[in-house]
C-alpha cells in the first residue's frame, strides 16, 4: 500500500508556519486531554491538535475497519496492535481530509469546532503504556568515550560491544511526558574524600540524548524473528532523555549494571512520529567492522535515518545555551538489529514496548550526547551565557532536547523533549 501522506507537494487548509514541525507530510500520534476534560487520542498539524476519537465519531475513517472506541482511549496500545495495515491507511485518510482541496471538513464549521484544538487548548499526556523498556547502548563514539574517561584508551570498548547491540533492561514506571519536572534523586556514592560510601543527592546529574523506538506486539515467547522482519514491527520513533546520576550509577554498577541512577527517570517527547512519516530519510549507517553474524547481518541498504538532534540548557533567566549537536545516523548498531537481538532468545516483545537508542554522540566533541562527554569526566566546565559553569545539571536547570529531519524536498519534526530539574525531595517531619 502507498504512503499517499508522504507526498512532499501536499498543502493543508490549516494555517500552519513554514518550517514547522508538524507539516501535512508529518500526521505523528498522541494522546491530549482536552479543555473539557475528556482523554483522546489525536494528531497534530501545525499549532492544531487533531482529536481523533471525534474525528472517527464523526464518519471520516469510513471504510477503515476500526473498532467504535479505537481512539477514545488513554493510550496508542490497542491501535498500535492493530499493525501497520491499519497505521497506514489512518495515516493517509487523515492526509486526505487535511488536502488543502478537500472541502469535506474544511467547510464544515460545526464538526471543525469538534474535531480541531489550538495546542495552547490541550494538554499532551503520556502516548502509551509501557509495559517493558530497554536501553541500548549503540552509539560507537559514546562508548568509546565513556570507556576512555573510566577505563582509559586502550580497554575503552568492551570486548563484546563490536559483536551485538548491548542493552539493559530499564524501569517502565518512571518513563514521563515531555514538560513533566523531575526531582534531583538521592542515593549512595562513594566520594573521593571518603573511604565509606555516603547518602545523598546526586551531585552529578547528566542528561543522555537518546531516541527510542515503540513496537507492536513481535513475537510469541520462544520464538525470535528475523532480521529482515523486524522493522514491519516497529511502529515509531520519540525524543529520549534518559537521566542519569553519574556518581550513582558509578558506585553501584558493577556487577549487575545500571539500577538507582538509572531509575528515577526517563523523558519521551510527546507525539510518535511513525516510520512511515520517516521513510523519506532512510540514510546508511556507520560500517559495521568486523562484520556482524549472519542473524543480525541486514540483507538491505537504508537501515538507520538522518535525524539531526539538539540539546539546551535554558536557565533561570530564559536563557538558551546550545549543548550538542548530533545526529541518529550515528548510531552503530541500527533498530532492527536492536529488535532482532532483543528476540533472539525467545524473548517477547509487546505493542507499547519502548526500547531507547542509548546516548548519541558523533565524532566530535560538539556532538557528544552527555554532559560527562561534554565536560570530559569533569574536567572541562561548559561556560554559559550568563557568566555561569557547569559540570553536570544545577537545581532549576531546564534541558530540552529537539529533534528534525530535513531534505531538499521535505521537512518533519519530533518538537521537543523538555523537562526542569526540581530540588530533591525532603519529608516534612
Given at each position: 500500500m502507498k504512503i499517499l501522506a508522504n507526498n512532499p507537494s501536499k498543502k493543508t487548509w490549516l494555517d500552519i508556519d513554514k518550517g514547522s514541525d508538524f507539516p501535512i507530510q508529518n500526521?505523528?500520534?498522541?494522546?491530549?486531554?482536552?479543555?473539557?476534560?475528556?482523554?483522546?487520542i489525536g494528531t497534530r498539524i501545525g499549532e492544531y491538535a487533531i482529536d481523533l476519537g471525534a474525528f472517527h465519531q464523526l464518519g471520516y475513517f469510513n471504510g477503515i475497519p476500526l473498532t467504535d472506541d479505537i481512539f477514545m482511549q488513554d493510550s496508542l496500545n490497542d491501535f498500535i496492535s492493530d499493525g501497520r495495515k491499519?497505521?497506514?491507511?489512518?495515516?493517509?485518510?487523515?492526509?486526505?481530509?487535511?488536502?488543502a482541496e478537500n472541502p469535506i471538513l474544511r467547510d464544515n464549521m460545526a464538526h471543525r469546532g469538534i474535531i480541531i484544538f489550538d495546542m495552547n487548548e490541550i494538554e499532551m499526556l503520556l502516548p502509551i503504556y509501557v509495559g517493558d523498556y530497554t536501553d541500548f547502548y549503540s552509539s560507537k563514539e559514546h562508548a568509546t568515550n565513556v570507556g576512555e574517561i573510566f577505563r582509559g584508551k586502550d580497554n575503552a570498548l568492551m570486548p563484546n560491544w563490536l559483536h551485538m547491540p548491548i542493552g539493559y533492561h530499564g524501569r517502565a514506571s518512571s518513563i514521563v511526558v515531555s514538560g513533566t519536572s523531575i526531582r534531583r534523586p538521592s542515593g549512595q556514592m562513594m566520594n573521593s574524600s571518603s573511604e565509606s560510601p555516603v547518602f545523598g543527592p546526586t551531585q552529578k546529574l547528566d542528561m543522555e540524548i537518546e531516541m527510542a523506538f515503540i513496537t507492536t506486539d513481535v513475537n510469541n515467547l520462544g520464538e525470535p524473528i528475523a532480521i529482515e522482519e523486524a522493522n514491519e514491527y516497529i511502529f515509531g520513533m520519540v525524543l529520549f532523555n534518559d537521566w542519569s546520576a553519574r556518581d550513582i550509577q558509578k558506585w553501584e554498577y558493577a556487577p549487575l549494571g545500571p539500577f538507582l541512577g538509572k531509575s528515577f527517570a526517563s523523558t519521551i517527547s510527546p507525539w510518535i512520529v511513525t516510520m512511515d512519516a520517516l521513510e523519506p530519510f532512510k540514510c546508511e549507517g556507520p560500517v559495521q567492522t568486523p562484520e556482524p553474524l549472519s542473524y543480525l547481518k541486514h540483507k538491505k541498504n537504508g537501515n538507520s535515518f538522518d535525524i539531526k538532534l539538539q540539546a539546551f540548557l535554558e536557565t533561570k533567566n530564559g536563557d538558551a545555551n546550545l549543548l550538542s549537536e548530533t545526529n541518529f545516523k550515528h548510531l552503530y548498531w541500527t533498530m532492527g538489529q536492536q529488535?532482532?537481538?532483543?528476540?533472539?532468545?525467545?524473548?517477547?516483545?509487546?505493542?507499547?514496548?519502548?526500547?531507547?537508542?542509548?546516548?548519541?554522540?558523533?565524532?566530535?566533541?560538539?556532538?557528544?550526547?552527555?554532559?560527562?562527554?561534554?565536560?570530559?569526566g569533569s574536567k572541562n566546565a561548559i561556560t554559559l551565557k550568563d557568566g555561569s559553569t557547569r559540570l553536570f545539571f544545577d537545581d532549576n536547570d531546564k534541558v530540552i532536547i529537539r529533534g528534525y529531519c530535513q531534505n531538499k524536498e521535505a521537512s518533519i519534526g519530533f518538537g521537543e523533549c523538555t523537562t526542569k530539574i526540581l530540588p530533591t525531595f525532603n519529608r516534612k517531619k
Open positions: 500526521i505523528p500520534f498522541g494522546v491530549f486531554i482536552t479543555k473539557d476534560d475528556i482523554i483522546t491499519t497505521w497506514r491507511l489512518v495515516r493517509n485518510r487523515i492526509s486526505e481530509v487535511f488536502d529488535l532482532t537481538h532483543h528476540t533472539s532468545n525467545g524473548c517477547n516483545v509487546k505493542a507499547g514496548d519502548l526500547m531507547g537508542s542509548g546516548t548519541i554522540s558523533g565524532p566530535t566533541k560538539e556532538s557528544y550526547g552527555s554532559m560527562l562527554e561534554l565536560t570530559w
